[in-house]
């Protein structure tokens, strides 16, 4: 389907996201050797921990808590390029952050790096494929009327005062010939609400549950049903109040 071309689209972050079957040739030494081969544009490399907290009673009755962390992967950043890439133990997450360009620029970068993550890897089997896209909406006025710029947007009840000082609604949507799920939320961006100034947050986050073997070359069918859903909830959710803000 055909959508009107944005030239203030308010992309804040796109990602593409695989989940892998657990390999057990796959350990952190070989994720870390990913930045030897992209190091030239993505100059920077942290280490992605995961913090466990567990309690435990004494024979005092008393509550010790422990906290421990461990390295399950590493993050790679492009700052030039706006790019982040997140290599674990079990999945791959590029993130391209603002300026976003288009998805077939995107796209071309997933496959680049996805190539040298499975040279390295050696995983062979996808079981989730995602894509999700953050957008951040600024509108302007003494006061706002969601109503105006959502085709669904936050109800309150008749009695009570029609001023929203902060919402957040969530919905889960399935598409069950397809096996897709869909996770639209729209919130208002309170901690940066400033005068006249009332930011939107449009978070879309498509998914599917399927396993296959990445020779099929099938996660980039996949991926581009999942960016068409995506488009689709994107314009279904503004008014055309909105996307004349954005053009």
Same mark, same amino acid.
């Given at each position: *389907?055909?959508?009107?071309?944005?030239s203030?689209? %308010?992309?804040?972050?796109a990602?593409?996201? @695989?989940? @892998?079957? %657990?390999?057990?040739? &796959? =350990?952190?030494?070989?994720?870390?050797?990913?930045?030897?081969?992209?190091?030239?544009?993505?100059?920077?490399?942290?280490?992605n921990?995961?913090?466990?907290?567990?309690?435990?009673?004494g024979?005092?009755?008393?509550?010790?808590?422990?906290?421990? +962390?461990?390295?399950? +992967?590493?993050?790679?950043?492009? %700052?030039?390029e706006?790019?982040?890439?997140?290599?674990? &133990?079990?999945?791959?997450?590029?993130?391209?952050? /603002?300026?976003?360009?288009?998805?077939?620029? @995107?796209?071309?970068?997933?496959?680049?790096?996805?190539?040298?993550?499975?040279?390295?890897? !050696?995983?062979?089997?996808?079981?989730?494929?995602?894509?999700?896209?953050?957008?951040r909406? #600024?509108?302007? +006025? %003494?006061?706002? =009327? @969601?109503?105006?710029?959502?085709? /669904? +947007?936050?109800?309150?009840?008749?009695?009570?005062?029609? $001023?929203?000082?902060?919402?957040?609604?969530?919905?889960?949507?399935?598409?069950?010939?397809i096996?897709?799920? *869909?996770?639209?939320?729209?919130?208002?961006?309170?901690?940066?609400?400033?005068?006249?100034?009332?930011?939107v947050?449009?978070?879309?986050?498509?998914?599917?549950? #399927?396993?296959?073997d990445?020779?099929?070359e $099938?996660q980039?069918?996949?991926?581009?049903?999942?960016? =068409?859903?995506?488009? !689709? /909830?994107?314009?279904?959710?503004?008014t !055309?109040?909105?996307?004349?803000? &954005?053009k």
């Amino acid at each position: *389907m055909d959508y009107p071309n944005l030239s203030r689209a %308010p992309i804040v972050e796109a990602i593409i996201d @695989f989940r @892998f079957s %657990p390999s057990a040739s &796959l =350990d952190l030494p070989k994720l870390g050797s990913i930045h030897a081969r992209i190091s030239d544009t993505y100059t920077v490399k942290h280490e992605n921990k995961e913090t466990q907290i567990s309690f435990a009673v004494g024979p005092d009755n008393t509550t010790q808590q422990a906290v421990t +962390g461990k390295i399950i +992967g590493y993050r790679f950043e492009a %700052p030039n390029e706006k790019y982040v890439l997140q290599a674990t &133990l079990n999945g791959f997450t590029l993130s391209k952050l /603002a300026p976003y360009q288009n998805w077939e620029e @995107f796209l071309a970068e997933a496959k680049k790096l996805l190539g040298i993550f499975i040279e390295v890897s !050696g995983q062979q089997t996808i079981v989730r494929t995602a894509v999700r896209y953050i957008n951040r909406i #600024e509108l302007y +006025g %003494p006061t706002v =009327d @969601f109503d105006d710029y959502l085709s /669904a +947007g936050p109800k309150i009840p008749a009695g009570l005062p029609q $001023r929203l000082a902060e919402f957040v609604t969530r919905n889960v949507i399935y598409y069950p010939e397809i096996n897709t799920s *869909m996770v639209l939320v729209q919130a208002l961006d309170v901690a940066n609400v400033a005068n006249e100034i009332f930011p939107v947050i449009l978070d879309i986050d498509v998914s599917r549950e #399927e396993s296959y073997d990445l020779k099929s070359e $099938r996660q980039w069918v996949i991926l581009s049903e999942l960016h =068409d859903l995506k488009n !689709g /909830a994107f314009f279904e959710s503004l008014t !055309g109040k909105t996307l004349e803000l &954005l053009k």
